[in-house]
């Protein structure tokens, strides 16, 4: 009797697709799906994972609501989405809901892409205090992120305080100098809206703790304030005074000349257009928060169900001066000269930072999973992880644009196909598309399609066609699954 052993077909091939996860289903995610889809002789099924409902990350809950354009890249997005090789799982936890062995069982190969999840803290006595925010906290509540409903943010004060000078600061900025009118054309968040709406905040205040010359924002980005009805911007002409470092540092770098070009119109304006404006934003270089300092006249000093009693009243700020150090970099070193800011909000937007995932190697440190191009890497030995990959700010930390990820994605992409031919494959049984899904069935996991994100998104589209805006959008979980088996059930 003759015996024949069954043949086993390489991954990638189109008796045996190339299965392959991704957990993040924003900008990096994306385009990481595009750039498989692109790769020349290769058969591949592409898992996407997301812990909301919504696809997209960023895209729907970073960028600011009167940035409209700037979501129209998720039609790239939704093009690849669309593509018969690819799913989306939504409203899946990685974690919780599919394990990292569970993970790793069923695919040829896993990619993290889950960006930057938290903030970086300032690290100074106080932080902690109620009304002392993370830009995360308040980007993602006015742009209708569903773990940030309910946050709260104080807004019936005059003063508020934002640490950093990069994009973000200028977005949350922008979003609590405009007004009411021009933010209701947009689909910022129903609940921020309704709160904004009732602001009395004044004065805003943007703390940067280096010179204008190294200010992180983008030039359009830095003029769009000075473009706001109602609102002047107050530079002081002192602060554009440059030292030698900084004037040498000016010669080769064009965004920076152009901010600083900008801020000096600022500077130069007449000052009773900061008398008569409605609201005001004022920048203060060469400024380090050092300490939040307690409203006295709020709360009784004692904490309650884990939260600070006392709330923030002012901001004691230390002057800075600028020291190169032989890298040639501008270090700010304190002088010790200090006064104390009034502000009953202070939001720091200093920098986004990704969280460990469950199994998964992490940098604590950098706030990175370590990798080489995308491969991830064991840390004790700096070896290659065979089949999991990183793309994004998990992989780079959060540094750059949307489009920055095409590339970065690009890269991480070309590392998984020059892996496949040494890569172990995984069981053919569980590699079958429907495994995942009785894995998932199996543990009563309601996950969301990408079909099913199309109802939601005309949903939206519709409420906000029926108030002259772009998009109404369902900000909690329990709302779109309850619209989802709702519409199912018609």
């Not at 609102?231 to 600083?260: G, Q």
């Amino acid at each position: 009797m003759a015996y024949f052993a069954a043949v086993t077909y390489p991954p990638g091939s189109p008796e045996r697709p190339l299965r392959v996860a991704i957990v993040g289903a924003g900008p990096s995610g994306y385009y990481t799906v595009a750039s498989l889809l692109k790769a020349e002789d290769l058969t591949v099924s592409i898992d996407v994972f997301d812990r909301q409902p919504a696809p997209f990350g960023l895209v729907r809950y970073g960028v600011a609501p009167d940035h409209q354009k700037i979501k129209l890249v998720a039609r790239v997005f939704e093009k690849a989405a669309r593509d018969d090789r690819v799913r989306f799982f939504g409203h899946v936890t990685f974690g919780e809901d599919l394990s990292h062995a569970e993970l790793t069982a069923c695919y040829d190969q896993v990619v993290y892409a889950v960006g930057g999840q938290t903030d970086r803290k300032l690290g100074i006595p106080g932080e902690d205090l109620a009304g002392s925010l993370s830009s995360t906290q308040f980007v993602y509540w006015y742009s209708g992120h569903p773990d940030f409903m309910g946050l709260d943010v104080e807004l019936d004060c005059e003063t508020v305080a934002v640490v950093g000078i990069g994009n973000v600061a200028m977005d949350v900025t922008r979003i609590l100098a405009r007004s009411v009118d021009d933010l209701a054309t947009t689909d910022i968040a129903d609940e921020a809206l309704e709160r904004l709406r009732h602001s009395r905040v004044r004065d805003i205040h943007i703390l940067a703790r280096r010179g204008p010359v190294q200010a992180a924002c983008t030039p359009p980005e830095l003029k769009e304030l000075g473009e706001i009805e109602g609102v002047a911007v107050v530079v002081d002409p002192a602060d554009l005074d440059l030292d030698e470092a900084s004037a040498r540092a000016l010669e080769d770098d064009r965004p920076a000349t152009k901010n600083l070009e900008i801020l000096q119109g600022y500077a130069g304006q007449p000052p009773e257009m900061a008398e008569t404006a409605d609201r005001r934003i004022h920048f203060h270089f060469l400024t380090s928060p050092v300490e939040l300092l307690a409203d006295e006249s709020s709360g009784d000093g004692e904490a309650g169900d884990g939260e600070a009693a006392d709330r923030v009243g002012a901001v004691r700020l230390e002057r800075n001066r600028l020291e190169p150090r032989e890298s040639g970099y501008l270090a700010a070193v304190g002088t010790g000269e200090r006064r104390d800011l009034p502000a009953t909000l202070v939001i720091r937007a200093v920098g986004y930072r990704s969280v460990p995932l469950p199994g998964v190697p992490f940098h604590e440190r950098w706030g990175v999973i370590p990798n080489q191009g995308g491969r991830v890497t064991d840390p004790e030995t700096g070896e290659p992880i065979p089949g999991e990959y990183a793309v994004g700010w998990v992989k780079r930390g959060p540094s750059g644009l949307i489009g920055s990820n095409k590339p970065d994605a690009q890269e991480t992409v070309d590392a998984m196909l020059e892996d496949l031919p040494s890569l172990p494959p995984v069981d053919d049984e569980k590699a079958r598309p429907e495994a995942v899904e009785e894995l998932l069935a199996g543990k009563g996991v309601r996950w969301v399609r990408f079909e099913e994100w199309e109802r939601l998104d005309r949903l939206e589209l519709e409420r906000g066609k029926a108030q002259g805006r772009p998009r109404v959008k369902i900000c909690h979980v329990e709302e779109m699954l309850a619209a989802l088996d709702a519409r199912s059930d018609a």
